[in-house]
């Protein structure tokens, strides 16, 4: 018997077979889900348990959003090795070894409560969960591509999308529920601050949700510490075993590639790492359309870290602007998911619906804009419907740009593609969040920089060459000719190539 190989650079098999789909791609793509939510899971821990944990163990704003930036720091120095890895291990072995580095990282969080011991333990886990978000942020289009036909590759990469919205999303959920918050002897009443704008640095590695932190209104003496400090246990301890449970399903059964390939272009081979670096750099259309995404969604996601201080001149407290982050999220993973089965449905028109949603995005955001500023009548339920519109669109624009991508660098793998874009969301957030720095340049033109922004994304896309390599290996073109009156009258009919289903 042969020994399997991983490497993802081999192909699955010969050209001359037919493809073929098994039902465990779907477990598959479970697993590989529940790492991107497990991953976004424990990022987002101390966020929305700020004000317990600043009274339990007596941490600043700064060190609880140093927490969030070094995994994002951890993952940019180590995504071009790591990628290299996926392309060398295969899917198998990367997706086991981040599993692992989530769960030994969440696990060191368990050991004690002492503060200074789980200060340390805490940046040492940040460090482990954001190398071990390579995989699942740069993944998806790989994933879909390996186990998922033509016809169901950019809802599989959108479902690897939703899991990792509803990982943010949810973690605001458990750690406002979960945890206690201080009450004072003698007094309950609290009030919001914002956090310094210094101290929000952290943003997601393909989409932020920072968090802003409240204070205590009196220096009295907190009377529960003791239920705060087990209830912050209590939500580690679980975060843990998630993590642990993770991996030891993907240790269980997690086979790198199906015996036969879902569709003609998984069988091709793939370019291997060097060549395909060289291949990405001389890529203008590739390039073009990763700053096209990369520079609205690392800007949105860092306006996104700040939006309670944008919200407030126009009437919207912190707790609104909470929730208002939670439905933009959630609603732009379900967007992603219709958006990326009528992709699948209607093909080779990825770049009209990136168009169309960039398109959108840009006007919500204009409108946002001139409600800020005061130029057009504020409304409440207008500043909800154009957030949440913008912030649904230009969320659900990302799987399909990882499946653009994969289409205009082929035979490049999608692994590479996923890095690059990645880096690029991260180096944008980085870049926005910078200008914050500057002294007394306030926060009015944050709205407009995002909207324009957008607007940039929209220009870049339009001039762009959409060409759909992959998928043309995967389709072909049925031609009908019918005759009357002596005039051929041709039609052409695009249409996937047969595959088995299992």
């Known amino acids: 018997m042969s020994e399997e190989v991983d490497d993802s650079t081999t192909p699955l098999l010969s050209t001359g077979g037919q493809p073929k789909v098994y039902a465990r791609r779907w477990y598959i793509l479970i697993i590989f889900g529940m790492t991107n939510f497990t991953q976004n899971l424990v990022w987002n821990t101390w966020g929305p348990i700020a004000q317990s944990a600043k009274a339990v163990f007596g941490w600043s704003d700064s060190q609880i959003g140093q927490f969030a930036n070094i995994g994002n720091i951890a993952y940019l120095v180590t995504v071009v090795p790591v990628c290299y890895l996926i392309e060398r291990l295969g899917l198998r072995k990367a997706i086991l070894g981040c599993t692992l580095l989530i769960f030994i990282g969440t696990g060191l969080r368990c050991i004690t409560y002492d503060k200074e011991a789980l200060t340390w333990l805490s940046y040492v886990c940040s460090v482990l969960n954001g190398i071990g978000g390579i995989v699942p942020f740069a993944g998806p289009s790989l994933v879909a591509n390996t186990w998922f036909p033509l016809s169901e590759r950019a809802t599989a990469t959108a479902v690897s999308s939703v899991f990792m919205y509803m990982g943010i999303g949810i973690s605001y959920i458990i750690g406002t ?294 998928t043309d290996i995967d389709v072909v073109v049925q031609v009908n000719d019918d005759e009357k009156d002596n005039s051929p009258n041709i039609s052409t009919t695009i249409k996937e190539r047969s595959t088995i289903y299992e």
């Open 177 to 470: 529920e979960w945890v206690s918050s201080p009450v004072q002897k003698n007094s309950t009443d609290q009030i919001n601050i914002t956090a310094d704008i210094g101290s929000i640095t952290g943003f997601s590695s393909w989409n932020s949700e920072g968090t802003l932190f409240t204070s205590n209104s009196s220096d009295e003496e907190v009377t529960n510490l003791v239920a705060m400090r087990t209830d912050i246990m209590n939500m580690l301890y679980s975060e843990c075993g998630l993590a642990g449970l993770l991996f030891l399903f993907s240790l269980l059964y997690l086979p790198a590639k199906p015996p036969t390939p879902p569709s003609t272009s998984a069988s091709v081979q793939r370019t291997n790492y060097k060549e395909s670096l060289r291949s990405v750099a001389r890529n203008g259309s590739l390039i073009m359309l990763c700053f096209a995404i990369a520079i609205p969604n690392g800007v949105f996601g860092s306006w996104q870290a700040v939006l309670d201080v944008l919200l407030d001149p126009v009437g919207l407290d912190q707790s609104e602007a909470g929730w208002l982050g939670f439905y933009m999220t959630i609603a732009g993973g379900v967007s992603g998911l219709l958006i990326g089965r009528f992709s699948d449905i209607f093909l080779r028109n990825t770049k009209f619906f990136l168009i169309l949603m960039n398109g959108a995005a840009t006007l919500a955001y204009v409108w946002f804009s001139l409600m800020s500023s005061g130029i057009i009548p504020i409304s409440k339920v207008q500043i909800y419907i154009a957030t949440i519109i913008g912030g649904m669109l230009i969320n659900a624009s990302l799987p399909l740009a990882f499946e653009m991508g994969s289409e205009l660098a082929f035979p490049v793998s999608e692994g590479i593609v996923g890095g690059l874009l990645t880096c690029l969301i991260n180096l944008s957030g980085i870049i926005f969040l910078l200008v914050l720095l500057i002294p007394d340049i306030g926060t009015s033109w944050m709205n407009w920089f995002l909207a324009g922004s957008v607007l940039l994304g929209f220009v870049l896309l339009f001039l762009f060459p959409a060409r759909y390599r992959r």
